[in-house]
């Protein structure tokens, strides 16, 4: 069974730093993409950033404008985990933060529609 696990929300002020973690399980293989993806209270989901498989297009990743520099999603294989490490955060960036899987090699555009398995999410929440 397919089962995503995010961990490393909380609270922080503005300006520092958290590093999301999303522990895959249940399957064997590597050719998978992972994508971060948050919602506000009141707005819709939004598409945060994406990593390409450890296959073919290893490495590749995608981010949203509003995040690009800021925050850096990275992948270790061996432990099947996908990290994204939020820097400079904003109030803006509090939201429930998903993990989503999506099988094939590399990245769709960032839209949840597009990804089949998701974790139970990780709250982040920026103070002024």
């Known amino acids: 069974q397919v089962q995503l696990v995010e961990s490393g929300g909380g609270l922080v002020q503005a300006g520092g730093s958290v590093r999301l973690s999303c522990a895959a399980s249940?399957?064997?293989?590597?050719?998978?993409?992972v994508g971060w993806f948050r919602q506000a209270p009141g707005k819709e989901r939004e598409g945060v950033s994406c990593?390409?498989?450890?296959?073919?297009?290893?490495?590749?990743?995608s981010y949203a404008d509003s995040v690009r520099g800021r925050f850096t999603i990275s992948r270790d294989k061996v432990k099947n985990m996908v990290y994204l490490q939020m820097n400079s955060l904003r109030p803006e960036d509090t939201a429930v933060y998903y993990c989503?899987?999506?099988?094939?090699?590399?990245?769709?555009?960032?839209?949840?529609?597009?990804?089949?398995?998701w974790g139970q999410g990780t709250q982040v929440t920026v103070s002024s």
């Open positions: 989503a899987r999506r099988i094939g090699q590399q990245c769709p555009r960032l839209d949840g529609r597009f990804f089949n398995s």
């Open positions: 249940g399957f064997n293989s590597d050719y998978y993409v």
């Open positions: 990593i390409n498989s450890n296959a073919g297009n290893a490495g590749g990743t």
